[in-house]
């Protein structure tokens, strides 16, 4: 079985150096193991900044005059519990994407582990920018956009589990959203997408840029969704360039 020092190590393979059915298996189940412990890792770190965080989340209702309430028994105790899974899971994030490339590299050919580094490190860096792109550009826009249709005879007064359920979706969709390119060229790079495609069918790519952002953002304000769908439009148009390259450099090998 791989000792999981490096993802280009395999496990016990036969004469053809090809894993067995309960190699796999084994191998499946000390990457599950390692990704579990590095959320545990990342959960008991973010346990120590908790109420540093709860703070920054609860940041742009309060600049928003949001009044937030808890209606629920230890509605905070739990909503702490929450935040220190979400952030130890997102601080563990690169850990995970290591392990899941850890498990895929020995049925990829030498070249192809290679990319396992690099996939790693501009996946996290990917996530990342969209997590920021949310917390500091999308949200505050909503939360701002309250104010701008909110009726003086109305209190808006949010329940804390409805506010940080928005709070965390956006930052989730942000981050996932961002991770486009990188899937783009993985995919053209395996050779499943052709950067072709792309190009035939961009139109219908922009129609469906403006529905997830209609649907990512719940608000009906057409700058909020312009602020989901021009990003998504310039990330869809670097995909097409690097699945592009990604596919050339997959017809040189």
């Known amino acids: 079985m791989s000792t999981g020092s490096d993802v280009q190590t395999a496990p016990t393979a036969d004469a053809h150096g090809e894993m067995s059915f ?76 290591w392990q899941i490339w850890g498990f895929i590299a020995p049925g990829l050919y030498a070249h192809e582990r290679s990319w396992a580094r690099k996939i790693t490190f501009f996946t996290t860096v990917c996530f990342l920018i969209g997590i920021s792109f949310s917390y500091f550009l999308l949200i505050p826009s909503m939360m701002a956009y309250m104010n701008v249709v909110a009726d003086p005879n109305i209190k808006d007064s949010i329940a804390i589990s409805y506010y940080f359920s928005f709070f965390t979706n956006m930052l989730l969709a942000g981050g996932l959203i961002f991770e486009l390119p990188m899937i783009t060229w993985v995919l053209a790079r395996v050779g499943i ?61």
């Not at 005059?65 to 905070?76: S, T, Y």
């Not at 139109?203 to 998504?232: C, E, F, K, W, Y």
């Open 22 to 97: 309960f190699d796999h298996l084994d191998e499946l189940r000390s990457r599950i193991f390692k990704a579990l412990l590095g959320i545990v890792v990342g959960c008991i770190i973010v346990a120590f900044f908790t109420n540093e965080i709860v703070a920054e989340l609860l940041r742009p209702a309060v600049s928003s005059n949001v009044e937030l309430q808890n209606i629920e028994p230890f509605g905070q105790a739990f909503l702490k519990i929450k935040i220190v899974f979400i952030g130890g899971t997102v601080l563990a994030f690169p850990w995970l994407v």
């Open 193 to 253: 997408l052709n950067p072709t495609l792309m190009v035939t069918y961009r139109r219908h790519s922009i129609v469906g840029i403006l529905v997830i952002a209609a649907v990512i953002t719940p608000s009906p304000d057409p700058v909020n969704q312009l602020m989901v769908a021009i990003p998504l439009y310039i990330l869809y148009e670097i995909s097409a360039v690097l699945a592009r390259f990604a596919y050339a450099k997959r017809d040189q090998v």
